[in-house]
Each structure stands twice: as C-alpha cells, then as structure tokens.
C-alpha cells in the first residue's frame, strides 16, 4: 500500500526558534498533501491543504505566516513552525492523496513537536 | 458549517462482543465516507470508505459501515470484536465544495476490548 513518512517523529525545541517537518509519499506521487494537528483525546483538526507547485490553501484560524507549507515536489511537502511557542506544542499529522480518482488519503505517523 | 458527531467518546467491550461505532454528519451535497482507525502507537489507517453504490461497505479485518443517506449515518460495525480491536476510530467526511474537497474528522472514539 502506499506509504507516506515524516520527519523528524519528535522533536523539542526553545521557545522562538523554527522547525521544520517533512512529508514524504514514498512510493506514489502525491499532487495533494494535508497538514493536521491533534490535540491530546482530539480529533485531527485540518490545517492547510497543499498542492504540488501553488501556494498552500490555510482553514480559517490558521495563521499562514506561522505555519509555513512547501509543497516543492511531487513527493514531498514540509511545514515549517516559526517563532515556536509552547502553545504550538502538539502532534502534527501529514497525509498525502495520489493523483486520480481515488479521494483516499494515506497518512503519515506524525511528529511530536514540544516547544519549552 | 461541515461536521462530523461520533456518539461514543470510550467503549468498552469483551471479546466477541458486537460493536457498533456511530457516526453521523452535517452536509447537504455529496460526500465521500471513511473509517480509519489508529491503533496504539502506530499512524492512521483506511478501514473502509464508501463513495457511491451500495451503501453498505465491507472493509477490512471483518469491519463493514452502512450509509443511511436519511439520516446522514455511517456507523461502523463489527460482529465480534477480538482484543487486537483495541484502537481509536475515526469517522471522515470527504464534502465536495466549490473550491475543491475537505476532509472532516470526528473527535474519536476509543474502543477497548478486554480479552
């Protein structure tokens, strides 16, 4: 089946410094992947939505400029965090959709990110 | 506003008990249906999912949903739950909107199956 990774799947970081995650479709070529956060016993809450090649479509209370999405290649999307905040601590959630018909997504296993 | 209700937060049942999971949405057009799950420690996977046709769906490891388009529900069943049951459920809602689609989670639902 199709496997989506991240990267890194923790990480810890100062107050104010940036992180960068990494999504990678493995063996399909992904022209849609998605950012999620969960809360701890939430559900998956939709960030933003990115397309291969454009710029990223962010849900409403999301703020762009904080949450940095690059969706450089067929295979490969990364959110940057920047100025991170212990607020910003949670997990975050890839998942990619191959192109054609299928509206199936394929998930990543998530990165912990925890900001002291 | 899109939205998706799954009715039961934590269940918890014995092994070869029936399950039944609810699921319910808010959404007037056409949607796309799933059920993924997430077992301790690992990443979200695709149960089942129904798009169109027969609206009652068999998915894997013995789990089948039924689409009631009357009453906007996709619960999610199995007839005997084995131990190895134990995970979260998630209800998905895949609305197509104007400027493309959006997949809507549930909050969750926790089953444990005591063996």
């Known amino acids: 089946g199709a496997v989506v990774s991240q990267h890194p799947s923790r990480v810890i970081c100062k107050s104010g410094t940036s992180v960068k995650i990494e999504c990678r479709s493995l063996d399909f070529q992904a022209t849609t992947m998605f950012w999620y956060r969960q809360f701890p016993k939430q559900s998956l809450m939709l960030m933003a939505t990115s397309n291969e090649g454009s710029k990223a479509t962010y849900e409403q209370g999301v703020e762009k400029d904080k949450f940095l999405i690059n969706h450089a290649s067929l295979t490969l999307s990364t959110l940057t965090v920047t100025s991170a905040h212990p607020e910003d601590s949670s997990f975050y959630i890839c998942?990619?959709?191959?192109?054609?018909?299928?509206?199936?997504?394929?998930f990543g296993p998530g990165t912990r990110l925890t900001v002291l | 506003a899109q939205s998706v209700s799954q009715h039961n937060h934590h269940v918890i049942l014995s092994e070869a008990a029936s399950l039944e999971l609810g699921c319910n949405y808010s959404y007037g057009g056409t949607v796309n249906l799933f059920w993924y799950v997430q077992y301790p420690g690992q990443h979200l996977q695709l149960l089942l999912k129904?798009?169109?046709?027969?609206?009652l769906v068999k998915g894997i490891k013995g789990f089948e949903a039924e689409f009631i388009k009357s009453k906007f529900s996709f619960n999610l069943r199995k007839p005997s739950v084995q131990w190895s049951d134990t995970a979260e459920y998630f209800c998905?809602?895949?609305?197509?909107?104007?400027?493309?689609?959006?997949?809507?989670f549930g909050a969750g639902t926790r089953l444990f199956v005591k063996a």
């Open positions: 998905a809602v895949n609305a197509h909107n104007t400027g493309g689609f959006k997949t809507i």
């Open positions: 998942s990619a959709k191959a192109s054609g018909v299928s509206d199936t997504q394929y």
């Open positions: 129904y798009f169109s046709g027969d609206p």
